[in-house]
């Protein structure tokens, strides 16, 4: 029977703008497991409001985390048993919500889809209405929350060190995919004994493309069943819902990470039924939707989606 553990929002649970292989893991458990852990959102003090509360765990967190290469709070890592590199995690993701009372959204220096065109930097604090489950934009638009973890992840391989949570790489990491929300799953290669899955980036909601560099950036909670397959061998991260198959492709050229999105679903459906590369391949023409995830994180990301009924 599978064991459920919470791993509490305190600093000595996370790091700060990093993974990297060699972090003491905070939990160990074992395959089948679930955990549920707490995230903050992205960025210093400077992104603070002047008249809202802030948590006293979000500011111990700030207070106390050295600053790394990267603005995002990640909580972990967790080690799973028996893992080993060559292996696959799953992660089901049963549950995400919205832990703050407000988020934030900015416009900063050099960043983003347009840096050029939008130099006049402004941040602002939308404030979350738990009760109705909308965020209210300051201007009175009310967007319906959507919760999920921009950074789950794998630890990266011993040989790259300490890599900057920005960029999302083979381990996962910062993809900031909103359709990686509760219900869906997500696969993802292990590289280290123990996998060491780490989470973080709390969004409380986003648009493909999360074009001006943030999303609603705010603490969330989520709860992860963390299984260990020994009969699954990835080389890069794969996802699926209850009804799509969702392959993912990371590249600094969109047009790269949109053949990488494409060559993955075609594996995959592959994998899952007989038919051949060419079937595969017009099957995702006729019926694979490719999105843009991010156009801000490095590599940006381009995901397809298909529907599993066309299997």
């Given at each position: 029977m599978s064991r459920r553990f919470e791993i509490p929002a305190t600093p000595e649970n996370m790091v700060l703008g990093y993974l990297d292989s060699s972090t003491p893991?905070?939990?160990?458990?074992?395959?089948?497991?679930v955990v549920t852990l707490h995230s903050f959102p992205a960025g210093g003090k400077e992104t603070l409001p002047d008249n809202l509360p802030v948590p006293a765990d979000y500011m111990?967190?700030?207070?106390?985390?050295?600053?790394?290469?990267?603005?995002?709070?990640?909580?972990?890592?967790?080690?799973?048993?028996?893992?080993k590199p060559g292996d696959t995690l799953q992660v089901d993701i049963l549950d995400v919500k919205v832990r703050q009372d407000w988020g934030f959204v900015s416009i900063l220096p050099l960043l983003g889809t347009l840096p050029d065109e939008f130099t006049d930097?402004?941040?602002?604090?939308?404030?979350?209405?738990?009760?109705?489950?909308?965020?209210?934009?300051?201007?009175?638009?009310?967007?319906?929350?959507?919760?999920?973890?921009?950074i789950i992840a794998t630890a990266p391989p011993p040989a790259w060190g300490r890599c900057?949570?920005?960029?999302?790489?083979?381990?996962?990491?910062?993809?900031?995919?909103?359709?990686?929300?509760?219900?869906?799953?997500?696969?993802?290669?292990?590289?280290?004994?123990?996998?060491?899955?780490?989470?973080g980036d709390g969004?409380?909601?986003?648009?493909?493309?999360?074009?001006?560099?943030?999303?609603?950036?705010?603490?969330?909670?989520?709860?992860?069943?963390?299984?260990?397959?020994?009969?699954?061998?990835l080389d890069w991260p794969f996802a699926e819902s209850a009804t799509h198959l969702m392959s993912i492709g990371l590249d600094e050229d969109l047009d790269d990470a949109a053949k990488q999105a494409t060559r993955e679903m075609v594996k995959h459906v592959c994998e899952r039924t007989n038919l051949s590369r060419n079937q595969a391949y017009m099957l995702c023409?006729?019926?694979?939707?490719?999105?843009?995830?991010?156009?801000?994180?490095?590599?940006?990301?381009?995901?397809?989606?298909?529907?599993?009924?066309?299997l």
């Open positions: 893991p905070v939990l160990e458990v074992a395959s089948g497991d111990a967190a700030l207070d106390t985390l050295p600053p790394g290469p990267g603005p995002h709070f990640i909580t972990g890592p967790v080690y799973v048993q028996d893992a930097y402004e941040t602002i604090h939308p404030v979350v209405d738990h009760a109705r489950n909308v965020c209210v934009m300051p201007w009175g638009t009310e967007i319906p929350l959507d919760p999920f973890f921009g900057g949570s920005p960029v999302p790489r083979a381990f996962g990491g910062n993809m900031d995919n909103k359709e990686l929300r509760a219900g869906t799953t997500l696969y993802l290669p292990v590289f280290n004994e123990g996998a060491l899955f780490f989470a969004h409380g909601v986003q648009g493909d493309g999360e074009v001006c560099i943030t999303a609603l950036e705010t603490g969330v909670t989520g709860t992860f069943r963390l299984t260990l397959r020994k009969d699954m061998r023409s006729l019926a694979g939707n490719l999105r843009v995830t991010q156009m801000v994180d490095g590599n940006k990301g381009v995901h397809m989606l298909l529907a599993k009924s066309l």
